[in-house]
């Protein structure tokens, strides 16, 4: 049921970016809360305090405002990432890097879920988006570790993938245990975590490079 708030925007006339804004905003909680397959375009409408019409002027269909909402929120990771590799220091871009995930996933209104535990992830059009967003982020990741080792570009994305991952699962795992462990230490441990991974590559700084195949050996 529409709170007062909402009550009091049905029938005002926003301007068009104001009434996307108020629509992303209401269909978000409607998909995180019921899932895609469950949730209703009435029930978007309803919470937006808007007509069924208006919606779909926006919007012509359910799938077309889950789309809107993946490529609105994957591009808030992807900034909050390319944000980390503007810091010119490598142990302070893992860190930060590390941080977007934990601050997008304690984001209000649980946006996260749409882009990691999506219940339309066989959808074409929702699987090239989030394929999308991780390789960016892991080629993010290949970023510093080429900068730190000797590795092939292909085996740095590889590695980037292993890595975000890594802070993906461990800021979701973080969620439900924020009462008993704070972000800064979930961070901290990750991070360090995601660092010391490099220690089993050798360093262009060191020297000591070794074959292209002892790498394989050496990490696992």
Known sequence: MPDDTTAAVRGQRLPRSERRAQLLDAALGVFVENGYHSAAMDDIAARAGVS???????????LELYLALIDQHTGELEQLVRDALALEDNKARINTMTRAYFDFVGQEGAAFRLIFESDLANEPEVRKRLDQIDLTCAEAMAEIITSETSMEQEEAVLVGVAFVGMAQTAARHWLTHEATLSEDTAVRVTAALIRRGFGAFPSVRSGTDKPKESVGTTAG
């Open 52 to 62: 069924k019409p208006v919606l779909y002027q926006h919007f012509p269909g359910k």
